[in-house]
């Protein structure tokens, strides 16, 4: 199973950002997707995630300006960030709850590799 994240970038503040990231690979059913981040000195941190079947969780610091929304056809979440903040500057990780097989109903943590969000003042 890969995630294969993209995305990032330099932008202003009160600016817009929209990630995207993929799943590909073997995969028999997803559960929970989502995006964590971690900025320079700190640790990692949620920041929101969707399960399979739509429902959300928010960071209290992102609430009310980031959405994130999922295409299960896809299997690709899509976090869209909007009226970002300096203190948004971070690596984001995306992260999904995958099955590989019928045969192996165990779901395993998967993390594709990070990008970089950079709001400047």
């Known amino acids: 199973v890969q995630l294969q994240a993209s995305g990032g970038g330099l932008v202003q503040s009160g600016g817009s950002l929209r990630l995207s990231c993929a799943a590909s690979?073997?995969?028999?059913?997803?559960?929970?997707m989502g995006w964590y981040r971690q900025a320079p000195g700190k640790q990692r941190e949620l920041v929101a995630v969707v399960s399979s079947t739509g429902s959300t969780n928010y960071a209290d610091s992102v609430k009310g300006r980031f959405t994130i929304s999922r295409d299960n056809a896809k299997n690709t979440v899509y976090p869209q960030m909007n009226s970002l903040k300096p203190e948004d500057t971070a690596v984001y990780y995306c992260n999904a709850e995958v099955r590989p097989s019928i045969i192996r109903p165990a779901y395993g943590d998967y993390w594709g590799q990070g990008t970089q969000v950079t709001v400047s003042s």
């Open positions: 690979g073997s995969i028999f059913s997803i559960n929970a």
